[in-house]
């Protein structure tokens, strides 16, 4: 079945360092969305990228979506402690609006 | 706004239990969709809903079940408890046809002992 994969799945690094977690499906997706998920919170969502190699910033996040639509990467520069938390990424299932699939996650912790 | 609201917050159940979770969408979100998080995965679908009909299932059992109500909010269902059903459970609003973004609730952390 379609599936998605995150690596890492644990980053530890210290404040002021780049942070990178990258994301592939087992088949192309229609668009890709990333969300955030702070500890004992929910998902909050960040982003979706639809277009082959688009590249979106949000500040220091950078957002890529590979041009075969079937990768992704979200990228922070210069990581600060309110960065914690884990980033997922996730594809609609068949192309349905509600019905997504999820990568396991990047648990993303800085030391200040 | 209100954003998505779940409840209860938090539930202890025993196995072979029933438990029913509630949600209410996003003012104008249609669309309502369950998902179930277990300790360190990402969140799993379940459901969901659009105009008080199912347009989609994930591969749960038939102990889950949910529906929608005409005001959009949903329950979700849940018999015979099982330990592995232990989770916090999601509900996500849509504003169907406007955009992907999915809008989670705060979420139902769910103990079965």
């Known amino acids: ?6 690596i890492p799945q644990y980053q530890h690094v210290q404040e002021g360092e780049d942070f990178t977690t990258y994301c592939n499906s087992s088949t192309t997706l229609s668009n890709i969305q990333w969300y955030k998920q702070r500890p004992g919170g929910h998902p909050v969502f960040l982003i979706q990228l639809v277009k082959s190699g ?3 910033k949000q500040k220091r996040l950078t957002f890529q979506f590979g041009e075969a639509k079937k ?3 979200l990228h922070i520069t210069a990581t600060q402690t309110t960065d914690v938390g884990t980033y997922f990424c996730a594809g609609p299932r068949g192309g349905s609006q509600g019905n997504l699939i999820f990568g396991k996650g990047t648990k993303l912790s800085v030391k200040p | 706004d ?5 409840s209860p917050t938090h539930l202890i159940k025993t196995r ?3 438990v029913t979770l509630r949600c209410s969408p996003i003012s104008g979100h249609k669309s309502v969709s369950w998902y179930q998080q277990v300790l360190g995965q990402g969140p ?4 969901q809903y659009y105009e008080k009909e199912e347009r989609g299932r994930g591969n749960f059992p038939d102990r889950f079940s949910a529906r929608q109500f005409p005001n959009y909010s949903s329950e979700l269902n849940v018999n015979a ?3 592995g059903d232990s989770a916090l459970y999601l509900c996500a609003s849509n504003n169907w046809g406007g955009g ?7 979420g139902t952390r769910l103990t079965v002992l």
């Open chain 1, 1 to 6: 079945g379609q599936q998605v994969m995150q």
């Open chain 1, 54 to 56: 688009e590249v979106k």
């Open chain 1, 71 to 73: 990768n992704s990467s």
């Open chain 2, 2 to 6: 209100a954003g998505v609201t779940q």
């Open chain 2, 16 to 18: 072979g239990q029933q």
């Open chain 2, 44 to 47: 799993q679908f379940i459901f």
């Open chain 2, 81 to 83: 408890l099982l330990l």
């Open chain 2, 100 to 106: 992907d973004e999915q809008f989670f609730g705060p």
